[in-house]
């Protein structure tokens, strides 16, 4: 049992095996011979690979912008058009509106004209008609009185003669 405590003891006081100075040169030679192994694998596969790829998306960011940028510039002349086309219509159904709102009024006012002309001709009708039942009827009153006259006196016994009544009712209308 005793050789299990010299073994402990002896690994207690050797060094960790990687530290030990006699296989530095070897370390270093595969150290050297790896990193630049590596450094010649990155440097003429992986990294022009890299660079390819970012240099692709690079230009296709770059491109993908000058479309959009391209694309907003349509669109902003496409809204100016569309705005413009818009005022055009607008302005268009004014003038329109406004023909229609002339013709309209143009169209009752030729109609206004053509009902008063019609009532002022009824108008002229009705008092050339008033002035010859007026005429007829200044001419019957005369008549009439003459005959009333004839008739009350005719009452009171006295008879005249349609001359003379005639007579006095003219004497009688001219006061």
């Known amino acids: 049992m005793m050789l299990l405590p010299l073994a402990a003891e002896a690994a207690a006081d050797a060094p ?10 070897s370390q270093i030679f595969w150290l050297v011979i ?19 790829v970012i240099e692709k998306r690079g230009d296709t960011i770059a ?4 479309e959009a940028a391209r694309l907003d510039e349509q669109a902003k002349e496409a809204q100016k058009q569309q705005e413009l086309h818009l005022a055009e219509a607008r302005a268009k159904a004014r003038e329109t509106s406004d023909k229609a709102r002339a013709k ?7 109609e206004t004209q053509k009902v008063d002309a019609e009532q002022a ?24 009185a003459t005959s009333a006259a004839q008739a009350m006196l005719g009452r009171f016994g006295v008879t005249v003669s349609e001359a003379d009544a005639s007579a006095a009712v003219a004497r009688a209308s001219k006061d």
Do not use: M, Q
């Open 16 to 25: 960790f095996p990687p530290f030990e100075p006699w296989h530095f040169p």
């Open 34 to 52: 790896l990193f630049g192994g590596l450094y010649i694998a990155l440097s003429r596969f992986v990294l022009p690979k890299l660079g390819g």
């Open 63 to 66: 491109d993908a912008l000058d």
């Open 104 to 110: 309209v009024e143009a169209e009752i006012t030729a």
């Open 121 to 144: 001709e009824r108008l002229a009708e009705a008092e050339t008609r008033i002035r010859k039942v007026r005429a007829d009827a200044l001419s019957n009153v005369d008549a009439i």
